[in-house]
Structure formats: C-alpha cells, structure tokens
T-cell receptor, first 114, second 111 residues
Framework: GQQLNQSPQSMFIQEGEDVSMNCTSSSIFNTWLWYKQDPGEGPVLLIALYKAGELTSNGRLTAQFGITRKDSFLNISASIPSDVGIYFC??????????????FGQGTILTVHP | DGGITQSPKYLFRKEGQNVTLSCEQNLNHDAMYWYRQDPGQGLRLIYYSQIVNDFQKGDIAEGYSVSREKKESFPLTVTSAQKNPTAFYLCATIDRTYGYTFGSGTRLTVV
C-alpha cells in the first residue's frame, strides 16, 4: 500500500523549545491529518487540513497542507512536558473503493525534558 | 458519552488459538476500521466496513477475519493463520470531517 515518509523518527527537546515534523508522499492526498498518541491509548486528532496551501492552528500547534498536496508539516511552539507522545501524520484520498481509508506515517516520538 | 469501546484492553493468545477483539461504537457512524500498530511502522489497515453486512480487506488482511452484523459492532478475529499476531490493535470510525475517532486499543500478546 501507499506509504508516508514521516520525519524525524524521534526528537529529544527541552521544555520551551519549538518542534517541527513533516510528512512527504509520492502520491497526492486530498486531506492531511495530524494525530497524537499517548502510551497505551488510541491516537487523538489534533488538526485536519482539507485544502492545498491551508495553514491551520490549534493552540500551540500549527500545521500546513503543502501546495503540491504531497506533503504536510506540524509545528509545536513552546513545548511542555505533556506534549510527550507519538505524533502521526495521515493522508486521505476521496472517492473510489478507498472510502475513508487513511495512510499513516511511521510516527515521530517526542520526548520533552523539563 | 459517545465513543468507541474496545475490549479487552489486554489479551493473551496461545499458539494455534483464534481470538476475537471487540469494537463497539455509539456514534452512529457507518464506516468502521481495524488497524494494527507495530513499533516503528505506524498504523496498517487490516479490514474496513462501510455499511452493515459489507466489509473489505485492507493492506494486511491475511490471518484475520471480521463481521459486521450490526452498525454498532465490528469484531476482529485473529486466527491461527496469523503468524505474528503480537501487536496493538486499534478500531476506528470516521466522522463527517473525515477525521478518525479511535478506540483505546487492545494489546494482543502470543504466549
């Protein structure tokens, strides 16, 4: 199946620092989503992007849908200890037999040192 | 509260056994999905169902089976044909904004 290349695989930062991660694909997506997963739990949706070039913020989080539709990035400003977790990007194509199916990146493991 | 309930939280399987993971939702969503999560590999789609009595194979369906007899329920059976079943299994539905709502997962371990 399709694969998304998400980077970096892991990050170790100090509290207060900004974080940036991104996803790239060889295929075009109509929707980009960013999720956060805490240990032993299911992922929770952070930001959804529906239009090429769209820049969306949710508190300290900002995400962009790349103009080419083949990439997206997520920034976290002024990190805090509760930002720790695994962050996933996901892409979706509309229509056909792939209704609702998301393709996920491999995840970015974020560790924040107080 | 509306949501997705997965059970059990932890499950242990002996070699050669079939086990069934439960997924129930009260969100009134039509489509439901099963994903498998392994370290460093993200989430991979096992099966999905768009409506009752219909389901489709995902990318890694071999060794798994599902049923969709009710809108609220989408159980996943891990059969003995699945040679490496130890993983974290996630059930999800999709809402009108095309975002997934995930359950809290079931961790399956072969003993």
């Amino acid at each position: 199946g399709q694969q998304l290349n998400q980077s970096p695989q892991s990050m170790f930062i100090q509290e207060g620092e900004d974080v940036s991660m991104n996803c790239t694909s060889s295929s075009i997506f109509n929707t980009w989503l960013w999720y956060k997963q805490d240990p032993g739990e299911g992922p929770v949706l952070l930001i959804a992007l529906y239009k090429a070039g769209e820049l969306t913020s949710n508190g300290r989080l900002t995400a962009q849908f790349g103009i080419t539709r083949k990439d997206s990035f997520l920034n976290i400003s002024a990190s805090i200890p509760s930002d720790v977790g695994i962050y996933f990007c996901a892409g979706r194509n509309a229509g056909g037999t792939s209704y609702g199916k998301l393709t996920f990146g491999q995840g970015t493991i974020l560790t924040v040192h107080p | 509260d509306g949501g997705i309930t997965q059970s059990p939280k932890y499950l242990f399987r002996k070699e050669g056994q079939n086990v069934t993971l439960s997924c129930e939702q009260n969100l009134n969503h039509d489509a439901m999905y099963w994903y498998r999560q392994d370290p460093g590999q993200g989430l991979r789609l096992i099966y999905y169902s768009q409506i009752v009595n219909d389901f489709q194979k995902g990318d890694i369906a071999e060794g798994y089976s599902v049923s969709r007899e009710k809108k609220e329920s989408f159980p996943l059976t891990v059969t003995s044909a699945q040679k490496n079943p130890t993983a974290f299994y996630l059930c999800a539905t999709i809402d009108r904004t095309y975002g997934y709502t995930f359950g809290s997962g079931t961790r399956l371990t072969v003993v």
